[in-house]
Nanobody, 125 residues
Framework: VQLQASGGGLVQAGGSLRLSCAAS????????TGWFRQVPGKGRDFVAA????????QFADSVKGRFALSKDNAKNTVYLQMNSLKPEDTAVYYC???????????????????WGQGTLVTVSS
């Protein structure tokens, strides 16, 4: 299983970015895909997840109403649309996948068994 995260970059506060997580070796139709972010010196924080490839999603309180998830089954890719970006959204964003996570533990790093390499998002003020 491999995940390729992309789409990061530099954006001004209030702007938007769309991150992509392209999967191989595991289908996004059935797997749970999560997004986490990490700033230097801190652990990874949960951002959002789509549960078992379906319509059930979960978002961190800090991004609710600003971030959205979507997926393209044909491309086996999950997208994180980030709107109204704030400087505090600056981080390296990682996607991860799991076939075994339960809904109540979507926010845990340890619930996921494969991770992408991360993509840097920088939001300037």
């Amino acid at each position: 299983v491999q995940l390729q995260a992309s789409g990061g970059g530099l954006v001004q506060a209030g702007g938007s970015l769309r991150l992509s997580c392209a999967a191989s070796g595991r289908s996004v139709r059935t797997a749970t895909t999560g997004w986490f972010r990490q700033v230097p010196g801190k652990g990874r924080d949960f951002v959002a997840a789509v549960f078992r490839g379906g319509s059930t999603t979960q978002f961190a309180d800090s991004v609710k109403g600003r971030f959205a998830l979507s997926k393209d089954n044909a491309k086996n890719t999950v997208y994180l649309q980030m709107n109204s970006l704030k400087p505090e959204d600056t981080a390296v964003y990682y996607c991860a996948t799991s076939n075994r996570v339960i809904y109540s533990t979507l926010y845990r790093e340890t619930s996921y068994d494969y991770w992408g390499q991360g993509t840097l998002v920088t939001v300037s003020s």
